[in-house]
């Protein structure tokens, strides 16, 4: 049972423009939601995060929306840079107990294109 | 740079045999976490430790055991290797001081031949 969902493999922009990836998520017990991005034979880098607290986080480039009601988050990169290519990674946990521990999405590729 | 450091970067060994994998995390993080990337797979969450404690289970297999020193590195032992072990081990760590956030290292690409 996948509790996080990425349903978008791969995702192609141009240079400049709007990048925007999603996640979606089942478990309501999630609290707290991050953004990794992953380039090839590196482990993974911390982006963003957002606490269900919040709706909207920002940082930068890097803009995260949550919508518990959908049980819906998205990054959104703008504007979108050929070096922001790599797998994005969105995770989640509940910080309810004493473990944090992440479950993730299976990524998404973005690519932006010159 | 997270500040988290693996080794190996590498290990290729065959079926049958045991490695261990280590991990150093940031300074001042009480927390280690291991996770399993496969081809396809997502990244899999192992085991967890706090301090030199478990502190929680994810899917880690029966074969495979972990554990925290008091200088708070972490090794993650893999015994009796199956072909369907070969993936990337991340370890991270966090200061559990109300954050959630977690920073990896760069991983340790294991291939059992």
């Known amino acids: 049972d996948q509790q996080v969902k990425q349903n978008s493999p791969s995702l192609s922009v141009q240079e400049g423009r709007i990048s925007i990836l999603n996640c979606d998520y089942t478990?309501?017990?999630?609290?707290?939601f991050l953004w990794y991005k992953k380039y090839p034979a590196e482990g993974p880098t911390f982006l963003i995060s957002?606490?269900?607290?919040?709706d909207k986080n920002e940082d930068g480039r890097f803009t995260v929306f949550l919508n518990k009601s959908a049980k819906h988050l998205s990054l959104h990169i703008v504007p979108s840079q050929p070096g922001d290519s790599a797998v994005y990674f969105c995770?989640?946990?509940?910080?309810?107990?004493?473990?944090?521990?992440?479950?993730f999405g299976k990524g998404t590729l973005l690519t932006v294109n010159p | 740079d997270s500040g988290v450091t693996q080794t190996p970067k590498h290990l290729i060994t065959a079926t049958g045999q045991r490695v261990t994998l280590r991990c150093s995390p940031r300074?001042?993080?009480?927390?280690v976490y291991w996770y399993q990337q496969s081809l396809d797979q997502g990244l899999q969450f192992l085991i967890q430790?706090?301090?030199?404690?478990?502190?929680a289970k994810g899917n880690i297999l029966e074969r495979f055991s972990a554990q925290q020193f008091p200088d708070l590195h972490s090794e993650l032992n893999l015994s009796s290797l199956e072909l369907g072990d070969s993936a990337l081990y991340f370890c991270?760590?966090?200061?559990?001081?109300?954050?959630?956030?977690?920073?990896f290292g760069p991983g340790t690409r294991l291939t059992v031949l």
């Open positions: 991270a760590s966090s200061d559990d001081r109300g954050s959630d956030t977690q920073y």
């Open positions: 478990n309501s017990m999630f609290d707290y």
């Open positions: 957002i606490s269900s607290i919040k």
């Open positions: 995770a989640a946990s509940d910080s309810g107990g004493s473990n944090y521990k992440l479950t």
């Open positions: 300074s001042g993080d009480l927390s």
């Open positions: 430790y706090y301090n030199g404690e478990e502190r």
